[in-house]
Structure formats: C-alpha cells, structure tokens
C-alpha cells in the first residue's frame, strides 16, 4: 500500500477529507495475503468498540442521544443487561483480543502497577487475527490500539492505528499498516471518528472486490466519546441547549427509561457528592476557568454560567457518540451493499465506563475558544459521567459497577433467532474471544506450534443467542489500580483503593451498591476475598513467568 499511502499524505496536504480522499484513491487495494480458503458458512465477525462511553449513553440503553444505528443492531439481536469491562483501555483491550485477563499476559504486571506501559506479552498470547487465520480468516484494524507490539506484527492484514488521543481533528501520530502517516493539519476536514470508519469501510470493500470467498475479522475502534470533548460544530448544534435541565434531573430520567426497557430494576445509586476525578490535576483544573467543577455537585448550587458551561459539554458528548452511531451505520450500509450483513456476527460494547477524568494534554486548552473545537481540552467530569454511568456508581478506573458495567449489542440474523431481546447472565470481556473462535468453529484458543497454552478464564456467549440461562463460571475478578474486585454468582465484593475493607452486595437487588452487607456476612466476604486473592496470586505468577505455573486456575472455559 505504499503508492497509498503517498497519495493520501498528499491528499492531506492538500486539505482534502479522508471521505473523499478515500474517492481520490479510487479504492486502490493491496495485494493478497497468504491464508487457507474458507467455508462459506463461517461468520464474518465485525467487533465495534467505543472509548469510556457510559453504560445509559446510548439510546437502546436509556440514553436520550440519538443512536438510530445501534438502536437497530438491538432491535435484530440482543442486548445484554450485566455485561462487564476492566474499568480501563488498555486492560479491556487486552482481555478482548487475547480471552485473557490483562494481568495474565503482562510479564511485567505486578498488582496494583497499571501504567500505559503494557510491557511483553508471553508467546502464547496470541490475539485474535492470529487464532483466526488459520480457519480462513482475514483481519482488518480501525482506530485505537493501545496495546504492546502493532497491528500487523499481529495477524492484522491491514490497519489504521490512531496513536495520537489528544486531539480529534489533527493527530500526529497515526499509522497505516504500521507506517507512519504525517500528521494531519488543522482545519483539514479531517476527524477521528469519520477516518476510522472509512478505513473499515475501504478495507471491507477491498474484502469484497478480492476475497469475497473468505471470511473477515473487522475490528473498529473508536476513539469517541473519550476525552478530549471536541467534535464537528453541526453535530454539537444538534444537542445545543438540550442539557440545560442538569445532570441530576436526566440521570433520573434515564433510570426511569432503563426500568421501562427491561435492563434494571431496583434503586438508581446515589451520587457520591464529594467524590472528583480519579487523579487529582490542580492546576489544569485551575486553568479550565471558574465554570468548570470538579465534583457531581447538585446542579441547583451551580451558578447560571456553570450550568450554561456544563450544558455545553454534555452537548460535546452527546454529539460525539451521536457521530460515532453514524459512522458505524455507513460500516453496516457497506455489509449490506456486499451481501454479508446477514451472516456477520456484529459485536458493540465500551472499553470501560464513563470517565470523571479531568486533564489538560495536547495542544492545551484556550478558555476563550468554543467549547468542542481543537482548541479546547474539556472533560466529560464527575457530574456528567455520573449520569452516563447511570443507575449505577462511580466511574471508569473504579471497579464499582459504574466503572466496569457496558453495554453490549450482539447482532447476527443467520446465527440466531432471537430478536430485540435482553440477556441477563453476567458477561465479561474475557469471553469475547472464546465466543468468537466459537462462532467461527474452533473448540478453544488454538494452541499452534508454541509453548502450551493456558486454558482462558472466559466462556463462549454462544448458549446465550438461543436462550438467558446461567453461564457455569466460577467467578469473575478485577483489579485495576487498587481498585478490586470479585463476583461469584449474585455476590461481589469490591474495595477501592489498597487500604479500604471489602464491601460485599447482593446484585440480584442491589445493582446499586448502596446496602453493604459485610459485617452482616462476614464469612462470605473472607470467602470471597480468599478467592481474590487466590487468583491474584496465581495470575501474577503466569503474567511474570510467561508459562503455566503449578497451581495457577485451570480456568473456566475451553
């Protein structure tokens, strides 16, 4: 793709939007990769991923923004009301396209060290392009990567890697098939969200022009809603004025529409008012002007000019996922212009929950620009990501169920019946992996020519397509930053931070986390928090050691 990649460095100069520089490339294609011939009856696999949207954001899952698209893919499939993330990027990532938990395939990780830097994973980690290549797959990134090594080196056939997260209409550094493209200038036309959904679409045309008979692994991800809040100013007009009414009034309003739609029940959380952002940043919130608040505080003590200014942001938001949905139905217009939306097992779901990160990065931020350009540097805060995490508490990095609850949309018309349908039983990211190799008819992580391969902790969704039942797992874990985490059937324990005692629920009726229940139940609370520890201890060893250690889980899943 060389002779590609000149014309669109080129182009950029020029000013020319990736759209039509995608017309200006005339849908030039690479050439054939190596790879066995497929059945025709294997699944394509189409896995969308948004950046810390919140788990009430969308409009199938009580959310007032205007997601027609995925309200679709809801409407034609499933819809799963306890499905979980890692409470972060990076972690979620990882535990997506391996099936194991992050901290198995760190070699670095010890607990409570979760820094960007992911460091080595062992030679049996494999991600997904890679265990799916030998059934006749092709694999093809879009967006965000955020994990060690590059998309190519992979198993990826093709990719668009957007390395630079501060800045939405003019990265620095981005990639195409691991080759560095300049960077973008400003006032080019140019925005995250569009360019990575033209790459998928670019790449699942050249699919169907060349390797119709093969099947495709597509994996999108967006960099949208994730901070900073910037977004095309027609998209942001769309939702001017819309969150006047305040962060306390619509939480509510979307509880009320999660009941009604059949995805909770039980009591809406209770704001923490003196809980802020998760690292403190004095001086970028000093320089984000007096409008701007760093706690969920009531929106009734706000000043009139704090409202207008919070209401502004949420527009941002709001037009940003609002975006991301019509990008995503120009992906799906392009399955259905090749005949293979029917046979596509669709995929979507966020990397973790909404965020109360409050920074200033990148280009910096200039109080007296319009909220939303490039160059403002605005968070989505406490307050309104209490909302978008609602009904439930906290936030992204906390493993409460508002940092680690998303929502997750599965559609594929030819692999089952069900329609418009809700499923209940607890999902992890851990099984999204096992799922899909099922799907495509493998039986369980390949084990290739490596070293022996340690059974994944997660389980395939496939029994779910047909019917809700319980899934036979043991338990699932976290940690992310001290912040720990156990459910085992209805119970969880969870404490936030290193010194703080467990909290025990019962999430059959307190999703919530508003009655702990430890000191009444404290034998099931030292039972759970043995259980934690045991597979801390056990995951710590395999991620150091790279191999099975004696004595680490077996596992829960094939």
């Not at 209805?490 to 999703?511: M, Q």
Request: a positive charge; hydrophobic letters at 40%.
């Amino acid at each position: 793709m060389t002779s590609g990649l000149l014309l669109r460095m080129k182009a950029v100069r020029r000013g020319l939007s990736l759209p039509a520089l995608w017309l200006f490339l005339g849908g030039a294609v690479a050439a054939a990769a190596a790879g066995p011939p497929a059945s025709p009856e294997r699944p394509n696999v189409l896995l969308i991923l948004a950046d810390d949207l919140g788990c009430s954001d969308l409009g199938c899952y009580g959310g007032e923004i205007a997601t027609p698209n995925l309200d679709a893919l809801a409407r034609g499939g499933l819809r799963f009301s306890q499905f979980y993330n890692t409470a972060r990027c990076w972690p979620s990532r990882a535990a997506i396209l391996t099936g194991y938990y992050a901290q198995q395939v760190r070699r670095d990780t010890v607990p409570g060290v979760t820094s960007g830097a992911q460091g080595t994973r062992p030679p049996w980690a494999r991600l997904l392009p890679e265990m799916l290549r030998p059934l006749g797959y092709r694999s093809y990134h879009s967006g965000k990567w955020h994990l060690d090594g590059r998309p190519m080196e992979n198993g990826f056939d093709h990719s668009y890697s957007l390395n630079d997260h501060d800045r939405h209409f003019a990265p620095r550094q981005h990639t195409e098939d691991d080759k560095p493209l300049a960077p973008v200038p400003s006032n080019s036309g140019y925005y995250t969200t569009t360019a990575i959904a033209d790459h998928a679409v670019q790449c699942l045309r050249e699919h169907a022009q060349q390797f119709a008979e093969r099947p495709f692994f597509s994996y999108v991800a967006f960099t949208s809603p994730h901070f900073p809040l910037q977004a095309p100013s027609e998209d942001i007009a769309r939702y001017r004025d819309k969150y006047l009414r305040g962060w306390d009034v619509m939480r509510e309003e979307r509880w009320n529409r999660m009941k009604r739609l059949g995805l909770v029940d039980g009591a809406l959380s209770a704001v923490e008012r003196d809980l802020g952002p998760p690292y403190p940043y004095p001086e970028a919130i000093r320089s984000l002007g007096s409008n701007e608040v760093n706690r969920p505080l009531p929106w009734s003590e706000l000043s009139s000019s704090q409202r207008a200014f919070q209401a502004a942001k949420m527009a941002v938001h709001a037009a940003m996922v609002d975006r991301m949905d019509r990008e995503i139905g120009r992906v799906l217009e392009q399955l259905r212009s090749m005949g293979a939306l029917e046979n596509t097992l669709i995929l979507f779901l966020s990397d973790n929950g909404a965020s109360a990160e409050m920074m200033v990065r990148g280009d910096g931020h200039d109080p007296d620009a319009v909220c939303g350009t490039g160059a403002t540097f605005l968070s989505l805060g406490p307050g309104w990501s209490s909302m978008a995490n609602a009904p439930f508490r906290r936030h992204k990095t906390w493993v409460h169920e508002g940092g680690i609850s998303t929502p997750l949309i599965i559609h594929w018309p030819r692999g089952f019946k069900a329609r418009d349908e809700i499923r209940r039983a607890p999902g992890h990211v851990i099984d999204l992996a096992p799922t899909i190799l099922a799907a495509a008819g493998a039986t369980r992580h390949p084990a290739g020519d490596g070293p022996p391969v340690p059974p994944p902790p997660g389980l395939s969704l496939l029994p779910l397509f047909a019917k809700d039942r319980p899934l036979a797992r043991e338990s699932l874990w976290w940690l992310h930053e001290e912040n720990r985490a156990l459910r085992s059937g209805p119970w969880k324990i969870v404490a936030s931070g290193k010194s703080s005692p467990w909290e025990l629920y019962d999430l059959r009726n307190d999703r919530a986390e508003s009655n702990n229940l430890a000191a009444r139940r404290p034998r099931r609370t030292r039972a759970l928090a043995v259980e934690w520890q045991r597979l801390t201890d056990a995951f710590s060893a395999l991620a150091r050691s790279g191999m099975i250690e004696e004595g680490a889980p077996k596992g829960q899943g094939r």
